[in-house]
């Protein structure tokens, strides 16, 4: 049985807390506001910082206050640094592609949640202007490879 979105976006949480304590740093997903960010930092208190020191030559240096923001908007991630923060291309490169995977899987699940629980109504669903709107349908094939006809959703032709 496949995970639904829900069940994929807890594995990527999963996935990130253990590469998070691998390295000695902690977490903050922000999905309740737009743009989505995902804030890594070190671990705070003497141990998270004398475990930094002990691993400064694998991971990097960090300064205690550090953090990444990973900011996800308009489809790219920006990444903003705060404080000494180095950590090897690697760990960015898994920390970024659990963020997308995160991000995406959270989307699914929020747009279908709120599609199934009526509280956004189809036909007030935003539109994409006719322009782009052709050109992105012309693209589009349905499951026998034809192209995807666009129906112009009810009331929005008046």
Known sequence: ????????????????????????????YTRDQYPLMLTVKTTGGISGQMSMLEDAEEDGFRSPDARLTYVYKNG??????????????????KIEAIFLR?????????????????????????????????????KLLDEDGEPYEYDEPAGQDE
């Open 1 to 28: 049985m496949a995970l639904t979105e829900e069940g994929k976006f807890i594995s990527q949480v999963k996935k990130l807390q253990g590469l998070c304590e691998e390295h000695n740093l902690v977490y903050m």
């Open 76 to 93: 790219d991630i920006d990444i903003h640094s705060e404080g000494k923060f180095t950590i090897s291309q690697s760990l960015r490169n």
């Open 102 to 138: 995160m991000n995406s899987f959270w989307l699914s699940f929020f747009f279908r949640d709120l599609l199934e629980r009526g509280a956004i109504i189809k036909k007030d669903l935003p539109a994409i202007d006719d322009e782009q709107k052709s050109s992105a349908a012309a």
